[in-house]
């Protein structure tokens, strides 16, 4: 047996149970006593006791027709919730990040470059407060770093809580750093 072959299989076999599973029902709703709707309908576990004694599919055209509708309405509802996935992205794990491009960026920039607060050498971010695209408006708040003030461990993640509770940017810096005064 081929891959391909392999794959289809094992793909289509949960719609080869809804379809016997169906061709049952038909057969349980023949089975069940009485003429009219409501009586095969207050009898039908009578009619699925009867068609579930064994495992064979029944060859009768309703039932037949009722196996291939279910596993349709089946396949069909598992097609459509794939379709309307918009979160993911095809041939991708979830939540697997990628770089972004300079075509993410360009909504949020604004063409006239004394408008933009610069964050790297490719990428700015706009400061109008209302940008042609509502989608695009975001936070303009910013927190500048320099390279030179950077530290790692705990004193950093204690250092930049201190930083975020406060309103304004201060140096980053201790007294007791080399650095101290060539701010």
Known sequence: M??????LLLLNLP???????????GQSWRYAPGFGFSEKFLHLMEGMAAAFQTVMPSFQPFEMLSGILIA???RLAVYLKGKNAKKFRKNTEYGSAR???????APFMDEDFRNNIILTQTEMLTMNNRPPDPKTARNKNVTITPAR????GKEAS????????????????????????KI
């Open 149 to 152: 003030m950077l530290m790692y």
């Open 99 to 105: 770089w972004g491009t300079a075509a993410d960026i």
């Open 72 to 74: 349709a309405i089946i």
């Open 158 to 181: 204690n250092r930049k809580q201190e930083i975020d509770r406060q309103h304004y940017t201060i140096p980053n810096q201790r007294p007791k750093d080399k650095h101290c005064g």
């Open 2 to 7: 081929s891959r391909k072959t392999k794959r």
């Open 15 to 25: 719609y080869a149970l809804f379809a016997l599973l169906g061709t049952k029902l």
